[in-house]
């Protein structure tokens, strides 16, 4: 049996690591050429034609559930009103470039056309009722504090920008995406072997194999969890295989990555809870709506939905080519996890000089690098700073600098939509 789940692991990896592979590249590209700075300057509109553009630009940025957060909360800080910024944090993590490749990859083609058109227009029917519902408060946003840069990710870090584009391409798209969706992934990837090896196909169709019940039944199922767009995919492929509607299945794809407490939170604080409630009803509607659309579509077609035993029979045939390329995903992600326990395990000097102070915080809510990394840029802008270290893991953040201010600091960071506190620990 640990030789089937093994193979099992191994077939999967070797179907979706070509298309991966490749999505990893143009999430790269992406990148560092649609930067968050660019979204910005062109969603500061009041009017329906903003939620349109916050829409189309959220569906292929490489941004997972939480790395759209300080994303989205930035947009809004910068006078994206809050239908734009709730279509954004729509259409943003159902979608990417390297997950819609993985779709073709595990799930078909018709998968592949229905997913990203679900996240636009799920991105403007939540839009548009906020818009609706909102009315006067709609473009309402008081900063009491200057805002830092307008884009804090890291591909736009003054000494990235320093790089040639080729190698701002390459760390994104094959370092610090992997980082972000490694463990995720390869929980995913062992999720659906598991599923392939223990659940013999269609034992649980009478359950979750049609109609709405069974639509509600993985949506409920995608909503407590976090589970990133690209780890959702084999996961989804193994309730397929189990026996699930392909409605059931899009529906869990389309409810899980846009729903997790930070995401959530960060509705909650900046938006307001009437948007917070739009927000999750939109994605509820949605998932009913398009679950059921795509159980009617099959039939009507004729298209077949891709099984595991598919992907086993496809890779026997793909040859070398999915085999290498499975080989170069595995090292990838191994590299990306032993780099992340690397990052949690390497002790930041802070830089010493007479007067200087080290203010000690707490922040709650970051899950990935892009989370890290906004929290840094966003401190680093604020006057008398020095240096600024984050530790993903336990959530302290370090700050030296001279002449700090303590509440600025915690400020600064809470637009980002995070929890912040003084730590307990003693600041120097």
């Not at 035993?309 to 170069?328: K, L, T, Y």
Request: hydrophobic share 50%.
């Amino acid at each position: 049996m640990i030789i089937r789940f093994l193979t099992e692991c191994w077939q999967i990896t070797t179907q979706m690591a070509p298309y991966l592979l490749f999505g990893f590249l143009m999430a790269g590209i992406l990148a560092v050429f649609l930067s968050p700075e660019l979204v910005e300057r062109h969603l500061g509109g009041r009017g329906f034609g903003s939620v349109i553009k916050a829409s189309i630009f959220g569906m292929p940025m490489p941004l997972c559930s939480c790395g759209v957060i300080p994303v989205s909360a930035s947009l809004r800080r910068h006078g994206a009103s809050k239908s734009a910024t709730i279509a954004f944090l729509i259409s943003t993590p159902q979608t990417g470039a390297d997950s819609m490749l993985v779709v073709y990859a595990l799930l078909g083609p018709i998968f592949a056309i229905i997913s990203p058109i679900a996240a636009l227009v799920t991105g403007l029917f939540g839009g548009a009722l906020v818009q609706i519902f909102e009315g006067k408060n709609n473009a309402v946003f008081s900063n009491s504090i200057p805002s830092p840069v307008t884009c804090t990710e890291s591909c736009c870090s003054q000494e990235e920008k320093k790089k040639s584009s080729f190698t701002r391409i390459f760390n994104y798209g094959f370092i610090t995406l992997p980082k972000d969706i490694s463990v995720p992934l390869i929980v995913g990837i062992l999720i659906a072997g598991a599923m392939g090896v223990l659940v013999p196909p269609a034992s649980l169709h009478a359950y979750i194999g049609g109609g709405i019940l069974s639509i509600l039944i993985l949506m409920a199922a995608g909503v407590p969890i976090y589970v990133c767009a690209t780890a959702s995919i084999p996961i989804a492929a193994g309730f397929i295989h189990m026996g699930a509607s392909p409605g059931a299945a899009l529906a869990f794809l389309i409810s899980g990555p846009a729903t997790n407490a930070a995401t959530l939170t960060t509705i909650w604080k900046i938006l307001g809870k009437k948007t917070a409630a739009i927000y999750l009803f939109t994605i509820a509607i949605s998932a009913i709506t398009f679950g059921l659309m795509l159980n009617w579509i099959i039939p009507v077609i004729g298209d077949s939905i891709p099984t595991l035993a598919n992907h086993a029979h496809n890779v026997e045939q793909a040859g070398w080519f999915s085999r290498a390329s499975g080989i170069v995903l595995v090292l990838l992600l191994s590299y990306a996890c032993w780099a992340k326990h690397h990052d949690r395990e390497k002790k930041h000097e802070l830089i010493e000089s007479p007067g200087m102070q080290h203010i000690n915080l707490l922040v709650s809510g970051m899950d990935c690098s892009h989370c890290a990394e906004s929290v840094k840029q966003t401190i680093s802008q604020l006057p008398g700073i020095h240096s600024v270290e984050v530790d993903l893991k336990t959530g302290r953040v370090v700050v030296s600098g001279d002449l700090i201010d303590e509440n600025q600091v915690i400020d600064a960071v809470k637009k980002l939509g995070y929890a912040v506190e003084p730590s307990a620990m003693e600041k120097s």
